[in-house]
């Protein structure tokens, strides 16, 4: 049974930065892509940054060159490092193994002054 636990969210100002953990449990953590998704108020989830079982990474191109999503397979965790967040970054963060259908809890990033 997957389990997936996300935090590191909260409240940050414009221009500021935040760190995003995913921990997964019950699974072979390093053999998955990881995926970070995130779901705004009153719009559907979307993708905004992957990184395969080898460590390639993708990114949505509004956080491209803001965020940069990492792994330590040894503490199968994953991150999301984000950057000049803007107000629109604002949204519950999922992480995600590709594949799997299981959704954790998600944390919650406010971009706001």
């Known amino acids: 049974q997957v389990q997936l636990v996300e935090s590191g969210g909260g409240l940050v100002q414009p221009g500021g930065s935040l760190t995003l953990s995913c921990v997964a449990s019950?699974?072979?953590?390093?053999?998955?892509?990881v995926a970070w998704y995130r779901q705004a108020p009153g719009k559907q989830r979307e993708l905004v940054a992957q990184?395969?079982?080898?460590?390639?990474?993708n990114y949505a191109d509004s956080v491209k060159g803001r965020f940069t999503i990492s792994r330590i397979n040894a503490k199968n965790t994953a991150y999301l490092q984000m950057n000049s967040l803007k107000p629109e970054d604002t949204a519950v963060y999922y992480c995600?193994?590709?594949?799997?259908?299981?959704w954790g809890q998600g944390t919650q990033v406010t971009v706001s002054s």
């Open positions: 995600k193994l590709v594949g799997v259908s299981y």
């Open positions: 019950g699974s072979s953590f390093s053999t998955y892509s």
């Open positions: 990184i395969t079982r080898g460590s390639s990474t």
